[in-house]
């Protein structure tokens, strides 16, 4: 598997759905899961630099003096607690725990929080601190995006499945034979 497969994502990945036996269907989904499980896992990795990036903002706005990082990771329960997420699918991974993750997008991400700037962001000018939250809510809205693709396709293929069982060219007794 090559990440985020074009494959995948291609339009015509789901033609000739119907002539495919439930096996395939089932395996075409999996591997869309396992997708978006990595996915998922990277959308969560970059929300926490995120809130702790906000909060930092929001401190300096409020007037606060200044604090350095042992406040901050003092700060951090509350930090991370306390940030309103962004609007989601409202779905949640079937497993939590990825067992892929796009090496391209797992290498921007770990370039993201890796950056100096984010060991410190109590040094940071505003501007700085700025285009950091901007490179991060670039990066969580690029993984975003990807997973409702994911997500159509997913969809796709589970009312296949289901379509299978409602019509009788599938059935439970099936499942008990794997």
Request: glycine share 8%; charged share 30%.
């Amino acid at each position: 598997m090559t990440g985020t497969d074009e494959r995948m994502l291609s339009p015509d990945y789901l033609d000739g759905l119907r002539r495919r036996t439930i096996e395939q269907v089932r395996d075409m989904r999996a591997e869309c899961l396992e997708v978006e499980t990595g996915l998922s896992y990277l959308r969560r990795m970059v929300q926490g630099p995120i809130d702790i990036v906000t909060h930092e903002m929001r401190r300096r706005a409020s007037g606060e003096g200044a604090k350095d990082l042992a406040d901050i990771v003092a700060d951090l329960p509350e930090t991370l607690a306390d940030m309103p997420r962004p609007a989601g699918s409202g779905r949640l991974s079937q497993t939590l725990e990825p067992t892929f993750i796009d090496p391209e997008l797992g290498a921007e991400l770990e370039d993201l929080v890796g950056d100096p700037q984010m060991g410190d962001v109590t040094q940071l000018a505003n501007s700085q601190l700025s285009g950091l939250l901007g490179r991060l809510r670039t990066f969580e809205s690029k993984v975003s995006e990807l997973r409702r693709s994911y997500f159509e396709i997913i969809d796709s293929l589970q009312a296949e499945i289901a379509r299978r069982y409602r019509d009788g060219e599938a059935n439970v007794e099936s499942l008990l034979e794997e």
